[in-house]
């Protein structure tokens, strides 16, 4: 098959549509005498279930939304493979997430210019990129803003059990706490969300439904990205797939890979960049010999604990009932409010598995439902899940081409649990989350009784064991393409995001982060964007 001729050349070309993408293509066609071109592989954002807020049930692990990917087996979760859900649709994993609004903490973004030698990466200039970007129901002081795309509202919706939670934590030790997006998250609390008048405020709507009004801005769904073409170490333009015919189009300055911690790294090995060993295995000419390429994969395991309880209403009762269902349904349609404006996740808690951590490493995020997995219905008996996860894991991973097609998913290897030191703050997360539900009175009268992984471990290989086995993604993949030093030559972009040995050409997303953030990672994802941006536009 032979690629078509560009007929149109732009100045950027963006790779990706999901929330730095997204924000590249607004801040970058806000020039008029600039033209970009954005490609997303999904397709657009039309689908109901994407603007409901509790829609993420049937958008993620759906072809129409997510790439489903899936790992390869994984030894620290007892070689299971599990699945590996980023969005595929305008918006990308902000169009099926969890929509919570969270920072990380200072430590994380000053960690990250201590590793690149940039001080703009620091939190004291992080914060205000924050800060420009939001809408926030608190309105504006000094440490959150009014006025930006990005809107972060409060939920509405509490949940008796969930309450109940909160004052367990707050007895076992862990301070209440009403903000945890000021720098410091220890304490355990409601989580802000991306949402308008409840419904799901995904990057699309906020950054580039508004710039697709401009005339220099040109957006292609159902574009898959075959390579990076390239003039020796240079990038010239991308060619890819659309309508089962292979098309190119041109970039004149600069080509942006903000495909994800999984497609970046997919293209640029498929493009030639990369680990030499790896390409020539699947007879890719080497254009670039770049270690780091798909090397550095960091995620947080989530260990869905579930406690049945007695004397409280939570949503698998409500969802087993037609009634109730019907009853969320017109209250929703009539009113956006109810049970179907909720986020998967509402009580949250930062803490520490263990008091030599000198800061908050592990979250929760406390659930009023229970089941074995998503798209599975919730059990038939009432339940919550605390979810916990170890936010600063040690263990590294990586993404790995399987194939020269561009069309075949790339081998995901997370290595969940492989360093000791995981391995213990997981035994130690079981052992706080049974404290905090079995050993406190604000929870004793419902009569919580733990349902997975179950009482029966109790050793610290047991645990171990039993983290292997509920142990899961909570959808935070980063760092395959990290940011570093100049010096750095194992890094694969440099501080201002510019791939190392290749011109014209940066990663902006996810993937270069050097370190993960500790919290979720959907908004520190648009702070690199809109730092990026200002980079580029300076």
């Known amino acids: 098959m032979t690629a078509r001729p560009a007929t149109t050349a732009f100045d950027y070309v963006i790779i990706g549509a999901g929330t730095a993408g997204c924000v590249l293509a607004n801040r970058l066609s806000a020039d008029p005498g600039v033209s970009v071109l954005l490609l997303e592989a999904g397709g657009k954002d ?11 049930l049937y958008c993620i692990g759906n072809a129409r939304t997510d790439w489903c990917y899936k790992t390869e087996p994984e030894a620290g979760l007892n070689g299971r493979s599990i699945g590996y859900p980023r969005g595929r649709v305008l918006g990308g994993s902000s169009s099926i997430n969890a929509m919570l609004y969270l920072r990380g903490q200072a430590r994380d973004y000053d960690e990250w210019a201590q590793l690149t030698g940039d001080s703009g990466w620091a939190w004291r200039h992080v914060l205000p990129i924050f800060m420009k970007a939001e809408d926030h129901w608190r309105g504006a002081d000094e440490k959150h803003g009014e006025g930006g795309e990005w809107r972060v509202e409060r939920p509405k919706l509490r949940w008796e059990i969930l309450e109940a939670f909160a004052d367990a934590a707050a007895e076992a030790g862990i301070p209440k706490v009403e903000d945890f997006n000021r720098g410091d998250n220890e304490g355990v609390g409601r989580f802000d969300v991306n949402q308008r008048s409840g419904v799901r405020w995904s990057a699309a709507k906020a950054f580039l439904r508004p710039a697709m009004k401009r005339p220099n801005l040109t957006v292609i769904t159902g574009a898959l990205v075959k390579k990076l073409r390239l003039e020796g170490r240079r990038v010239v333009g991308v060619e890819f797939y659309r309508d089962h015919e292979e098309q190119y ?13 999984v497609g970046s790294p ?37 260990l869905r604990m579930a406690f049945k309880i007695k004397h409280a209403l939570t949503l698998n009762t409500l969802l087993g009932s037609w009634w109730h269902k019907g009853r969320m349904a017109c209250e929703y ?12 996740s509402q ?27 998503f798209g599975e219905p919730p059990h038939r008996f009432n339940a919550f899940t605390a979810s916990v996860c170890n936010i600063r894991p040690s263990s590294r991973g990586t993404v790995n081409i399987a194939t020269p097609d561009p069309r075949a998913h790339p081998a995901i290897s997370p290595n969940y649990l492989s360093t000791a030191e995981d391995r213990q703050v997981a035994a130690d997360a079981i052992r706080l989350t049974r404290r905090i539900v079995l050993g406190t009175d604000a929870l004793k009268k419902y009569e919580p009784e733990e349902y997975t992984p ?24 980063v760092g395959t393409c990290r940011m570093g030093r100049e010096s750095d030559a194992s890094s694969v972009v440099d501080p201002q995001l510019r791939v190392r040995g290749i011109e014209r050409l940066r990663v902006i997303d996810a993937s270069v982060m050097p370190t993960i953030t500790s919290g979720n990672t959907n908004s520190p994802t648009l702070m690199i964007a809109e730092r990026a941006a200002q980079i580029m536009t300076a």
């Open 249 to 261: 189009a041109h970039a004149r300055r600069e080509t942006i890979l903000s495909a994800g911690a």
């Open 454 to 477: 179950g009482a029966g471990y109790q050793s610290p290989a047991e645990l171990i064991e039993a983290a292997g086995r509920i142990g899961t993604t909570i959808f935070h993949p």
């Open 347 to 373: 009580l949250g808690a930062f803490t520490r598995s263990d008091p030599s951590q000198a800061t908050p490493n592990l979250e929760y995020h406390v659930q009023p439902i229970s089941l074995d997995r």
């Open 333 to 344: 349609a009539c009113f956006k409010t109810g049970a179907m404006t909720m986020p998967p």
């Open 46 to 56: 039309d689908w109901i279930w994407i603007h409901i807020p509790v829609g993420y």
């Open 266 to 302: 997919q293209i640029l090995q498929l493009s030639g960049i990369g680990p030499g060993a790896l390409l020539h295995e699947h007879g890719i000419p080497l254009v670039h010999e770049l270690p780091g390429v798909g090397a550095n994969l960091q995620d947080h395991l989530q």
